[in-house]
C-alpha cells in the first residue's frame, strides 16, 4: 500500500522549518539504519573513529569522508557493491534500536508469530528490483531497491509529474529506452502513482522510430517524455512526413543535459506540426540517489531550477579541488546524502557533477514553492571517459560548451564531434573534425566559418575540418535508432 505523499505540506515549509526536518531524519537515519546495518559505513565510521551520534545536522557531514563510485569497485570483489545494502539482523536491531522499537516488534510476534515479524522486517530491508550504473565512466554498478526504495521511486516521480501540472486524465508516451537504468522506471513508477496512462515504447531500440511515431499518432498524448536528441530526431522525421500532432502541450528531457535554445528549438518543431504554447522541461537524476528531480513550468528560455526533496536527501556543493562545502548559490561539486532509503545506501556522495550556481533556498519565484532548488546549468564532469572533458590540442575541453554551441544554432540540424591524430600517429598533433547535417539549404562555406569561430570563442579551440553530411548517414552515426546513448564524442585517438 502506497502512503499518502505530503509534498504540498512540505512544499509550504519555511527554510528553518525544512533544514530542521532533515536534521532530524538525517539523525535518525545514521543511527537507526545506515550505521547499524551498513557493512560499508559501519567500517568506514568505525576505521575513522566517528561516533554516528555526533552527526546530528547537515553541518556535521563535512567530519565524514566523501564516498564515490570508485568505492563501489573492487577488482579482487566483485560484489563489493553488497556492502552498501543496508543488512540488518536480530542481533543488530536489538544493540541499536530504541527499547519503543522493540517493544512494538515483540508485541507483533506475540499477537502474529515469528515468521509475521520477518516478513514485516522483509518487507523494508528486502532487496526486490535492481538498476545499473550506465557504465561510461566505470564498469556498471547494481543498486538494489526494497520495496520501501521503490515507494520513493513511486514518490519521486509523482511529485515530478503534480510539478509539470501534468493531470491524472492525460495521455502520456514515454521515448526513454527499455533498460534496468533509472530514467525508464522512474517514468513507469511515477506514473502508475500519479493513475495516468503511460505507453513506455523502450525508444528507438523498442519499436524503432516508426512504431514511435505511430504510437504517438493513435494514443494522441498531451506528454512526450525521453531522452533530448531521440525525442527531437522522432519529432523531426514525423514533421518530415507532414504529420500533425497539436494534441502535445508538454515534453519532458532527461538523461542528458538540456538547454535554453534547445528547449526553444524543440518547441518551434511542435510549433510546426500545429501544437500552441507547448513547455519543454528538463530533469536530473542519477543513479546512486533511485529518484529524479525536475523543474516547474516557465518560459522556454529559462529555468527554474530543479526542485529538490528536502525530506529525502542533503545536497552540498563543495570544492573539487579542497572538498571544502561551498556557500549558497555558489559554484561546484554535487555531492549527495540519503536520509531516507533502505537497500544500496550512501551519504556524502561525490557526484562528479559541477553545478555553476549551486542550490539556493529561496523560494521559487515560479511556482512559489519553498524547497531548495538546484541549478540546471550542470556539466557531467564525471564522465572522462565518455569524453565530456579531455585534452584537445593542449587545451583542457568541456564539450559541454561543445554541445551548447552547435545544439544553439538554427542552421544545424544534427552534428557530430570526432578526435583523431593526424595520419593515426599517437606522436602527431590532433585533429579535430565537426561534422554536421545543415537545417535546410545553407552556404556552407559561411556556416562552416561561423562554428569554427563560436567554437573558438566557447572553448578555445577551432576544429581542423567542418564537414557536411546527409541527414541519414548522420543519425546512423549516432546511433540515435540502435543505442541507448548517442555517439556526439567519437575519441579515435590511439590509446
Not at 128 to 149: E, Q, V, W
Not at 212 to 239: D, T
Not at 242 to 260: P, S
Not at 401 to 426: C, H, R, V, Y
Request: with cysteine.
Amino acid at each position: 500500500m502506497i502512503n499518502m505523499d505530503p509534498w504540498n505540506t512540505i512544499a509550504r515549509l519555511s527554510r528553518h522549518e525544512l533544514q530542521a526536518l532533515q536534521n532530524r531524519k538525517l539523525r535518525h537515519f545514521i543511527n537507526r539504519h545506515l550505521y547499524p546495518f551498513s557493512p560499508y559505513y559501519r567500517n568506514l565510521f568505525d576505521e575513522n573513529k566517528i561516533n554516528p551520534g555526533h552527526i546530528r545536522a547537515a553541518a556535521d557531514l563535512k567530519h565524514l569522508p566523501f564516498t564515490s563510485k570508485a568505492d563501489f569497485i573492487d577488482g579482487q570483489n566483485p560484489s563489493k557493491f553488497i556492502d552498501f545494502v543496508l543488512q540488518p539482523n536480530a542481533e543488530k536491531i536489538r544493540r541499536h534500536w530504541p527499547v519503543g522499537k522493540l517493544l512494538q516488534l515483540k508485541a507483533l510476534s506475540v499477537l502474529h508469530g515469528n515468521p509475521f515479524v520477518e516478513e514485516f522486517l522483509g518487507q523494508e530491508y528486502r532487496p526486490a528490483f535492481i538498476t545499473f550504473t550506465t557504465g561510461t565512466t566505470n564498469k556498471p554498478i547494481s543498486y538494489l531497491y526494497t520495496k520501501y526504495d521503490i515507494n520513493n521511486l513511486y514518490v519521486s516521480g509523482a511529485r515530478m509529474l503534480r510539478l509539470f501540472d501534468i493531470k491524472s486524465s492525460e495521455h502520456i508516451v514515454s521515448l526513454f529506452p527499455f533498460a534496468p537504468h533509472l530514467a525508464f522506471w522512474q517514468v513507469v513508477f511515477g506514473g502508475l502513482h500519479a493513475g495516468a496512462l503511460i505507453l513506455s515504447t523502450g525508444g528507438g531500440k523498442g519499436v524503432g522510430t516508426e512504431g514511435n511515431i505511430a504510437a504517438i499518432l493513435k494514443m494522441r498524448p498531451s506528454v512526450i517524455l525521453g531522452v533530448p536528441s531521440y525525442v527531437y530526431h522522432v519529432l523531426r522525421e514525423a514533421q518530415s512526413r507532414g504529420e500533425r500532432m497539436e494534441f502535445v502541450k508538454k515534453v519532458v528531457l532527461g538523461a542528458a543535459a538540456v538547454t535554453a535554445p534547445f528547449k526553444m528549438k524543440l518547441a518551434e518543431l511542435l510549433t510546426s506540426m500545429g501544437a500552441r504554447d507547448v513547455a519543454v522541461f528538463g530533469t536530473y537524476g542519477f543513479t546512486e540517489a533511485r529518484c529524479a528531480w525536475a523543474e516547474c513550468p516557465t518560459s522556454n528560455d529559462t529555468t527554474s531550477g530543479y526542485h529538490l526533496y528536502p525530506d529525502k536527501e542533503i545536497f552540498e556543493i563543495i570544492d573539487p579541488e579542497t572538498g571544502d562545502v561551498k556557500k549558497e548559490g555558489e559554484d561546484g561539486e554535487l555531492v549527495y546524502t540519503s536520509i531516507d532509503s533502505r537497500g544500496s545506501s550512501v551519504i556524502r556522495f561525490r557526484t562528479g557533477d559541477f553545478v555553476k550556481g549551486g542550490i539556493t533556498w529561496d523560494p521559487c519565484p515560479h511556482c512559489k514553492r519553498q524547497v531548495p532548488r538546484l541549478s540546471s546549468h550542470i556539466t557531467r564532469i564525471s564522465n572522462l571517459q565518455g569524453m565530456q572533458i579531455s585534452k584537445i590540442k593542449g587545451c583542457l575541453v568541456n564539450f559541454n560548451n561543445f554541445a551548447m554551441t552547435l545544439s544553439g544554432l538554427s542552421e544545424i540540424e544534427e552534428w557530430q564531434i570526432e578526435i583523431a591524430k593526424k595520419d593515426n600517429d599517437p606522436f602527431e598533433v590532433d585533429e579535430l573534425t565537426v561534422s554536421v547535417s545543415p537545417h535546410g539549404p545553407v552556404n556552407e562555406t559561411e556556416l562552416a566559418a561561423t562554428i569554427k569561430k563560436k567554437l573558438l570563442l566557447a572553448t578555445e579551440v577551432s576544429p581542423n575540418e567542418v564537414r557536411f553530411i546527409p541527414l541519414p548517414e548522420m543519425i546512423r552515426r549516432l546511433e540515435l535508432e540502435t543505442s541507448n546513448k548517442e555517439k556526439r564524442i567519437v575519441d579515435k585517438r590511439p590509446t
